[in-house]
Each structure stands twice: as structure tokens, then as C-alpha cells.
């Protein structure tokens, strides 16, 4: 069975840094390209950057681009997602995925909230 779990969300202030976790179990994990996203309230879930299996492609979305950077341990099976200069509008519900056309597994997410 197939498990992603997120870690490491929590309350930041304005401008502060967070590096969110996502522990893989059940798959050879050094096969699979990981994604993370967020979803922010009453809006769609969105793509932020993806990172391919050996680790060698990074993708990114425009408005995390310089901010945010997408790493993976293969070792640890484990991908990170460090997240600088954040901002009010950073705040949702982030989430690792992996998918393909036949397989799609998705974390249960965890919570960052940018607050003064």
C-alpha cells in the first residue's frame, strides 16, 4: 500500500521560511517523479514544482519561482519542499503526489498558514 504523509507545516510570519516533508512508503520511491501542490480556500489545487526521479529536473511554478525549491533524498525516500519568503497568499493545504496514467497518490496534506 501506497503511503504519502506531509509534515512540517505550521504558523509563519510574513517573510519566514518552512520546509515541509513528505515520506513515501510503499513504492520504490527512486522510480517516481513527486509533485507538490496546495490548495488555499475556496480556490482550485494547484501545481508548484515537480521533481523527476533521480533528482536531476526541477519544475516550477511562476510564483513560487525563487522562492520555493523542490528536493528529494532517494535514500530516505523522502522529497522536501523549502519554502522562503513566504506570504499571506502562500497560506492552503499542501499536498505530495506522484501520478502517472495509471497510478495517482496524493498525501493527506498539511497545513501552512503566512500570519502576522
Known amino acids: 500500500q501506497v503511503r504519502l504523509v506531509e509534515s512540517g507545516g505550521g504558523l509563519v510570519q510574513p517573510g519566514g521560511s518552512l520546509t515541509l516533508s513528505c515520506a513515501a512508503s510503499?513504492?520504490?520511491?527512486?522510480?517516481?517523479?513527486m509533485t507538490w501542490y496546495r490548495q488555499a480556500p475556496g480556490k482550485e489545487r494547484e501545481l508548484l514544482a515537480t521533481i523527476t526521479a533521480a533528482g536531476r529536473t526541477t519544475i516550477y511554478r511562476d510564483s513560487v519561482k525563487g522562492r520555493f525549491t523542490i528536493s528529494r533524498d532517494n535514500a530516505k525516500n523522502t522529497v522536501y519542499l523549502q519554502m522562503d519568503s513566504l506570504k499571506p497568499e502562500d497560506t492552503a493545504v499542501y499536498y505530495c503526489n506522484t501520478q502517472s496514467s495509471v497510478y495517482n497518490y496524493w498525501g493527506q496534506g498539511t497545513q501552512v498558514t503566512v500570519s502576522s
Open positions: 510503499g513504492l520504490t520511491f527512486s522510480g517516481y517523479d
